[in-house]
């Protein structure tokens, strides 16, 4: 069974930065696209950043300069370096795998920027 676990939440102030992890685990070979996505509160959930398995990136317009996707495939983890975090972007992230075809998610981390 895949389970997928963000990591890496919490309180900052506006400037501020957090490295998020997104772990998958199980009997998992190869994992595809994973992905950082937001919800805030009375909003959808949006795409964050994404990052292919050959390493290609792509980003929101509003993070772009600010937010870094990395990953490490031999561990199955992804992470997310929020750097200048502005109020705005207070949102549960949520991580996104794709394995095998199958779109597996987390639970979830709250990321909270205020002073």
């Known amino acids: 069974q895949v389970q997928v676990v963000e990591s890496g939440g919490g309180l900052v102030q506006p400037g501020g930065s957090l490295r998020l992890s997104c772990s998958a685990s199980g009997i998992i070979f190869n994992i595809g696209t994973m992905g950082w996505y937001r919800q805030a509160p009375g909003k959808q959930r949006e795409l964050v950043a994404g990052?292919?398995?050959?390493?290609?990136?792509n980003y929101a317009d509003s993070v772009k300069g600010r937010f870094t996707i990395s990953r490490d495939s031999t561990k199955k983890t992804a992470y997310l370096q929020m750097d200048s975090l502005k109020p705005e972007d207070t949102a549960v992230y949520y991580c996104?795998?794709?394995?095998?075809?199958?779109?597996?998610w987390g639970k979830g981390t709250l990321v909270t920027v205020t002073s």
């Open positions: 990052i292919g398995s050959g390493g290609i990136t």
């Open positions: 996104k795998c794709q394995i095998y075809g199958t779109d597996y």
